[in-house]
């Protein structure tokens, strides 16, 4: 195990590489600039501009010296709010994006894995038939789409919960359902092909014969195995988490990387676009060898094909 991660670790600055070699490209290959945007700025203010940024150098000539700040942890200026660089803005919005993808985390588990498991041991019932309809229902629902609804409902409608904001421990409820209910939905039909495919083994029929309850068997001899296609989905769970996010925390105003992203989008600041877009790339890729080792530790005939 240990050869395996430190392998994916010697693989990261060259991951991070190819992601900041396409994000410059891509960046510098989009109309527009963050100057262009201002009102009333003259061609002379705007060529001096980006002579003071660097624009007006060769392309490869910026790209070196991007990734020479960037092998230093510098990740340049922030174009439209200038009192702040963007290794600030990052360090400011970091932990709110996480603090928000921990919790839709927490909730797809919470929910998707019972729901898996109650489907599975009442195959072919209505119990079965009524959670995957509801499984269904949320994998046809994005982030994008559930957001508006559940703030529309209990916020607009019912009046119960903020629905703006990143103040209260209650506005972190539907933001966190927003994302976390569209992963559980995945993860409840994960849970219960997994859970059926084991509860048909010769060892769960053994466990049965010796007058083990149900559930004790679920617990005890099931539920481990049947959670290893929930561990290989965690790593798209969480480019779901970080994709459901951008949006998530436009329609609720919360102050985190997602909201910047977007506004840095519209406004064409291209550092503060590469800093998120490599901030969460290295953290996709972080959390996926933190999947693996999980998958590792529950089932060591993985380490065979994973070396």
């Given at each position: 195990m240990l050869s395996i991660i430190l392998k994916r670790l010697a693989l990261l600055?060259?991951?991070?590489?190819?992601?900041?070699?396409?994000?410059?490209?891509?960046?510098?290959a989009a109309p527009g600039s963050a100057f262009t945007n201002d009102k009333g700025v003259s061609p002379e203010v705007l060529e001096k501009a980006k002579a003071y940024y660097g624009f007006d150098q060769p392309l490869y000539i910026q790209y070196t010296k991007y990734l020479s700040n960037l092998a230093q942890g510098d990740l340049g200026p922030c174009l439209k709010l200038k009192a702040y660089t963007v290794n600030e803005i990052i360090a400011e919005s970091a932990p709110v994006s996480l603090e928000l993808g921990a919790y839709a985390i927490l909730i797809a588990l919470l929910v998707g894995i019972p729901l898996g498991v109650i489907a599975?041991?009442?195959?072919?019932?209505?119990?079965?038939?009524?959670?995957m309809t509801l499984a269904m229902v949320g994998i046809c629902l994005p982030a994008f789409v559930l957001a508006p609804a559940l703030l529309f409902i209990f916020s607009i409608h019912l009046?119960?919960?903020?629905?703006?904001?990143?103040e209260t421990p209650s506005d972190r409820i539907l933001p966190s359902l927003s994302i976390g209910l569209y992963i559980a939905a995945s993860i409840a039909r994960l849970t219960r092909t997994g859970m059926l495919e084991i509860l048909n083994q010769d060892f769960i029929r053994t466990a049965k014969a010796k007058g083990l309850s149900t559930w004790t068997i679920i617990r005890k001899h099931a539920l481990k195995g049947a959670l290893l296609p929930v561990v290989n989905y965690l790593g798209p769970a969480l480019a779901s988490v970080m994709a459901g996010s951008f949006v998530v925390e436009t329609i609720f105003s919360?102050?985190?990387?997602?909201?910047?992203?977007?506004?840095?989008?519209?406004?064409?600041?291209?550092?503060?676009?590469?800093?998120?877009?490599i901030f969460f790339s290295f953290l996709l890729i972080i959390m996926n060898l933190v999947v693996d080792i999980i998958q590792l530790a529950i089932d060591p005939r993985a380490r065979k094909s994973k070396s």
């Open positions: 600055p060259v991951m991070m590489l190819i992601v900041a070699t396409i994000g410059f490209l891509l960046v510098k599975a041991i009442n195959h072919n019932k209505w119990l079965d038939y009524s959670s009046g119960w919960l903020n629905p703006l904001g990143w919360i102050p985190g990387i997602g909201r910047h992203f977007v506004n840095a989008a519209f406004n064409r600041d291209e550092y503060l676009v590469l800093g998120s877009v």
